[in-house]
């Protein structure tokens, strides 16, 4: 089944303790991206990959790392998590080319106490 | 600045009765458009999208959309609303001639009632 996958699907941690949220899509995609759900702010981009090796901030970079170094794989990484990073975490991935569909992840819930 | 605009929190509709979730963004040039769902507890599903074309797009679970240029709006609709298409709608439009990146509006939560 194709699919994208995230583990944990919930997380409780304390400020400061570093993790990381994994990512996996089988399809093949190029693309992937990492956003967060926030009560009505709707969905905003953390950090996109274009493909391996290739990865660029997006509108709310600022405490957090990815890394592409497989094209199946993107892993966020809090490296120091603060209460502000509470919130619902959705992977997702692509093909390139125009119009093409972006499907998500399960989601990750994330409590930093 | 690129956004995207769902002017109503909730939608309230009786089941069999006609629904439409609203839809207004500001971009430059012609973007695409999309419609994901979130059930409770679950990701983020696609329903449809306007990539060019017919300005009616159908998608999945009856849902249809219609692009109107002029007003900058991508309506979602469908002519009998069930109990379970109750969840949270999005609207999400990425721009054609730059990243990959969808914008997403704050979204619509769709209650049907019996």
């Known amino acids: 089944e194709a699919q994208v996958t995230q583990n944990p699907r919930y997380l409780i941690t304390v400020t400061g303790k570093k993790l990381t949220v994994t990512c996996s899509q089988n399809m093949n995609h190029e693309y992937m991206s990492w956003y967060r759900q926030d009560p009505g702010l709707g969905l905003r981009q953390i950090y996109y990959s274009m493909n391996v090796e290739v990865t660029d901030k997006g509108d709310v970079p600022e405490g957090y790392k990815v890394s592409r170094k497989e094209k199946r794989n993107f892993p966020l990484i809090l490296e120091s998590p603060s209460p502000n990073q509470t919130s619902l975490y959705f992977c997702?991935?692509?093909?390139?080319?125009?119009?093409?569909?972006?499907?998500f992840g399960p989601g990750t819930r994330l409590l930093v106490l | 600045a690129q956004s995207v605009a769902q002017p109503e929190d909730q939608v309230n509709v009786a089941e069999g009765n006609p629904l439409t979730v609203k839809c207004t963004y500001s971009v430059s040039g012609n973007p695409y458009l999309f419609w994901y769902v979130q059930y409770p507890n679950r990701g983020l599903q696609f329903l449809l999208k306007?990539?060019?074309?017919?300005?009616l797009v159908k998608g999945s679970y009856g849902f249809e959309a219609e692009f109107n240029k002029s007003q900058t709006s991508f309506h979602l609709k469908k002519p009998s609303a069930l109990v379970s298409d109750s969840a949270l709608y999005f609207c999400?439009?990425?721009?054609?001639?730059?990243?990959?990146?969808?914008?997403f509006g704050s979204g619509t939560r769709l209650l049907v009632r019996p």
């Open positions: 997702a991935s692509s093909p390139l080319g125009g119009g093409k569909t972006q499907y």
């Open positions: 306007y990539i060019t074309g017919d300005n």
């Open positions: 999400a439009v990425r721009d054609r001639d730059s990243s990959y990146k969808l914008i």
